[in-house]
């Protein structure tokens, strides 16, 4: 059975539906960049437990409830808003715990007592689920939006431009407010805008709400501009509940009518566990054996925000033009390749064994440190392009009438099994005590990922 996908009929949007649409990446990536992998995540492990061991295992385990979460209920919402339609009213419910919770970030003050790191870690898992519950409903608008040969290129802009407003927040925290406690201090070598109490990190902790700041102000043109789907009229909630999770378990017990969707869902789960841990764990990682402060993290950020926004906006054209599996297998390899490169380097040797100097001097000016940045763009470059492309598909395979289900059933496969690598993650890392071996568990899920997306058969759902 040919694939086919909603967007063969005539798109119904024109371009502020389109921007709209790529505004709502640009308003909540600054939670992933930020808050998941380069400000809040290694002040968080370091500074705020203060044992970056502990630490990195105990957001691991807050990664691996949310993500459980995540898996069970985003297929069942999907089914359910399949019946009802109406798919702004699901992003604006969970936009206000998104915000919420990054708001509360700011409670994680140096020496707060267990039931405040209870507080932050369940804000941490709340917006983390939000998040993701936002992104179902949003990428279930997609393909209403432009004709099928323009899946790959909506997709790669929205994350481009994701990655590039992820960015610009990074540069205005890290070069502007958040300052190196040593010096006092910003990435620029500025006095920070704000004079904030060093002794509380009133700085570090101002990150989360920021991030929830920017997601108010940007996602106002999405609700603006971007049509939605219909609700539909004389639908109880009740009874929508009802048929959602009927249809719901009938394509759970019929997926082998969709084996090839199901093929993909299996590969994208094993690869999608590898990069969000990469992504999750690459800067506490990077803190730990250079003992990077705020000036490093936040250069690294942005090398890495760049690379991955152009990854993504050009693998949008590829996907249009290649198809969208050999752009996704080609991310994954860069992928693998990356992330070999950046577990060879420690704080005293590089490629397994090769000792290098960590002189004084600039930041990021020793060997080890650009290796690892080198191979780090590496997998920003890919990181775009496979998360865009992994969409784009799905938006081609899936039955028109049930695409929030199968966005839901992608967001299940994205989040499954996603606990397993931050659960693999924090037992290796406690068991030995070493965040590097711990890490190193991603590539297992990254090489299988890529082993079975290779034996999917894009052009067919059968």
């Known amino acids: 059975m040919t694939v086919y996908a909603p967007a063969d009929a005539k798109p119904q949007s024109n371009t502020l539906a389109l ?25 968080f492990a370091n500074v705020f437990i ?88 949003n990428n279930s608008l997609m393909p209403a939006l432009v004709g099928r040969d323009g899946l790959g290129r909506l997709s790669g802009i929205g994350w481009a431009a994701g990655y590039v407003g992820g ?3 990074l540069v205005i925290m890290a070069g502007f407010v958040v300052s190196n406690p040593d010096t006092g201090k910003s990435m620029a070598g500025l006095d920070p805008l704000i004079p904030f109490d060093a002794a509380t990190r009133d700085a570090d902790r101002l990150v989360g709400p920021f991030s929830a700041l920017w997601f108010v102000v940007f996602i106002i043109p999405f609700f603006l501009f971007t049509p939605d789907i219909p609700q539909r009229p ?45 992504f999750i764990f690459g800067g506490i990682y990077a803190a730990s054996i250079f003992g990077w402060g705020v000036t490093q993290l936040g250069m ?10 152009a990854g993504g906006f050009a693998g949008g054209f590829l996907d249009d033009r290649l198809g969208a599996k050999p752009v996704v297998l080609g991310a994954l390899a860069l992928l693998i390749v990356g992330a070999i490169g950046v577990l060879s380097i420690d704080s005293a040797s590089l490629l397994f064994g ?11 000016s020793s060997d080890g440190e650009r290796l690892y940045i080198a191979f780090a763009i590496l997998m920003g470059l890919a990181s775009g392009p496979l998360q865009a492309s992994s969409r784009s598909l799905l938006a081609r395979m899936a039955p ?28 290796v890392t406690t068991a030995s005590g070493s965040q590097r071996l711990g890490i190193s568990v991603v590539l297992v899920f990254l090489i299988a990922g890529f082993v079975l997306m290779a034996t999917v058969r894009s052009g067919h759902v059968r």
């Open 50 to 137: 203060g044992d970056p061991v502990q630490g990195q295992a105990l957001w691991a385990y807050a990664a691996a409830v949310a993500g459980i979460a995540v898996a069970i209920l985003s297929p069942v919402l999907g089914a359910i808003a399949d019946r009802t339609g109406g798919l702004k009213r699901w992003i604006f419910v969970f936009s206000l715990a998104f915000v919420a919770g990054q708001a509360a970030l700011w409670l994680a003050a140096p020496g707060a007592g267990p039931g405040t790191v209870w507080i932050v870690l369940a804000a941490i898992v709340a917006v983390t689920m939000a998040g993701e519950f936002s992104a179902v409903f």
């Open 167 to 169: 960015l610009i927040a």
């Open 234 to 278: 004389g639908v109880l909630w009740k009874q929508a509940a009802r048929d959602g999770l009927s249809d719901l378990w009938s394509t759970i017990q019929n997926l082998r009518d969709f084996r090839e969707i199901a093929k993909f869902m299996v590969a994208r789960m094993l690869y999608t566990d590898g990069l969000a841990a990469i």
């Open 354 to 364: 090769i000792p290098y100097e960590r002189a004084a001097g600039a930041p990021l």
């Open 19 to 43: 921007t709209g649409w790529v505004m709502f990446d640009w308003a909540a990536q600054p939670f992933y960049t930020l808050v998941s992998t380069f400000l809040f995540a290694p002040y």
């Open 400 to 427: 028109p009438d049930r695409m929030t289900e199968f966005f839901g059933l992608f967001a299940f496969s994205g989040k499954v099994t996603s606990f397993m690598a931050p659960l693999a993650i924090a037992a």
């Open 300 to 309: 690294f950020g942005i090398i890495l925000s760049i690379a991955a926004a």
